[in-house]
């Protein structure tokens, strides 16, 4: 099984900041790497998937990068709605798809 | 637009069974495959289950094997999740999530229902 990690557990960030967010994989994943984004309440949304490509309707503040073992998801003028928790997910090799724990995005 | 409907969620007593069921529109549901993804309260998210478009590819986490079944319906356009011998670790919020155009990601997820496992 593939574990996925993120750092930071929480990071506090102002109004028109930016945010970088890591994900590691224990083994490569190639570039099969999503990032999605999950409000308080809410269904986690897909933004990032392929590592790099921004989902439909995702903004273009939202980017992420990397391979292999390695990516990074940065939101670039963080705005009051990407005030959320960040999940990363390997489709590598699976079954068991895997997550990350999980970063949350709060107001500084 | 895609919309996925959870429903069936409940409180149950520990060895309890529950049947969950997730409506599709939207979209051509025998073309995809389906998974199911739960959240326990306050924790990350942890996939479960899923079956290819045509239902003849199965797939569980360890957690679950044995004990849930997937499968669903292509003429009623719907996924289920039975969910026998529930254990208290079982509770979650349980999502249905569609399987991505171009990969094994999750393109479209349901809001969710909510099992509770408990005496």
């Known amino acids: 099984e593939i574990v996925m990690t993120q750092s930071p557990a929480s990071v506090s960030v102002s109004p028109g900041e930016s945010a970088t967010l890591s994900c590691r994989a224990s083994h490569t994943v190639s570039a099969n790497l999503a990032w999605y984004q999950q409000r308080p309440g809410q269904a986690p949304r897909l933004l990032i998937y392929?590592?790099?490509t921004r989902a439909t309707g995702v903004p273009a503040r939202f980017s992420g990068s990397g391979s292999g073992t390695e990516f990074t998801l940065t939101i670039s003028g963080l705005q009051s709605e990407d005030f959320a928790v960040y999940y990363c997910q390997q489709y590598n090799f699976w079954p068991p798809f895997t997550f990350g724990p999980g970063t949350k995005v709060d107001l500084k | 637009q895609v919309h996925l409907v959870e429903s069936g969620g409940d409180l149950v007593k520990p060895g309890g069974s529950l049947r969950l069921a997730c409506a599709a529109s939207?979209?051509?549901?025998?073309?995809?495959?389906m998974n199911w993804i739960r959240q326990a309260p306050g924790k990350g998210l942890e996939w479960i289950a899923y079956?290819?478009?045509?239902?003849?590819?199965?797939h569980y986490a360890d957690a679950v094997q044995g004990r849930f079944t997937i499968s669903r319906d292509n003429v009623e356009n719907s996924l289920y999740l039975e969910m026998t011998s529930l254990r208290a670790e079982d509770s979650a919020v349980y999502f249905c999530?569609?399987?991505?155009?171009?990969?094994?990601?999750?393109?479209?997820w349901g809001r969710g229902t909510l099992v509770t496992v408990a005496s």
């Open positions: 939207g979209f051509t549901f025998r073309d995809h495959y």
């Open positions: 392929g590592a790099s």
């Open positions: 999530a569609r399987e991505g155009e171009l990969g094994y990601y999750f393109d479209y």
């Open positions: 079956i290819s478009s045509s239902g003849d590819t199965i």
